[in-house]
């Protein structure tokens, strides 16, 4: 459910009492928890927590005038949800969040990077508190780094196989094909089935929001 909310006070001024009561108090253990520099704004509909381009100039890779995303709150329609962008595809970072939120008790209805819950009973505060805790700008900076770097050489490699690929059926044949148009066509279905295994920047992701 996006909001059309230009600041935070105007999104939460929205929800229902029993919902912003909810938002507010997983918002506050954020705030809390947050490395210096990291900005409160409403992006994509929703509280959003961003390092801004005073910092890490490049933005979002997807959309550069947008700053990189970090994290997000949102009241969505049949639940909430804490959007952790800085665990999207760092597999260390969410096995430590997994075994903490287990260790609670409570049930983790967890994507790549979006917890999903319906009341603040669900919701350890302490492990949420911890695990914005850890993920400093530097160490969630690393880690989108090395992200695109890997995204950059997969593409790189890609190219690199299909132009060898086309060259081979532009010669000719290959061995156990009528022509070299079969491999034109195996060429470029080996560089979209690349494309698509290539890694994502752990802040990347676009955010998904379950409706």
Sequence with gaps: MQSKAVTVADYLAELP???????ESVRKVVLENLDEGIEEIMQYGMIGY??????????????????LPYAAIAAQKNHFGLYMMFLYGNEQE????????????????????CVRFRSIEQVPLDV????????????????????????????????????????TAA????????????????????????AKSEPTAGSGARLRKRK
């Design 17 to 23: 009492a029993d919902r912003r009561k909810i938002v």
């Design 50 to 67: 961003v390092i801004p381009h005073a910092i890490y100039p490049p933005g979002y890779h997807c959309t550069p005038e947008q700053p």
């Design 94 to 113: 969410e096995a430590w969040f997994r075994e903490r939120w287990r260790q609670s008790g409570q049930r983790l209805d967890m994507g790549k990077a």
């Design 128 to 167: 949420v508190a911890a695990v914005f805790r850890r993920s400093t700008i530097r160490r969630y900076l690393t880690a989108v780094e090395k992200a695109l770097s890997g995204r950059t050489a997969a593409r790189k490699s890609v190219k690199k196989t299909a132009k060898k690929v086309e060259t």
């Design 171 to 194: 010669g000719g044949a290959e061995p156990g094909h009528a022509s070299g148009k079969t491999t034109t066509r195996r060429s470029r279905a080996l560089a979209k089935s690349a």
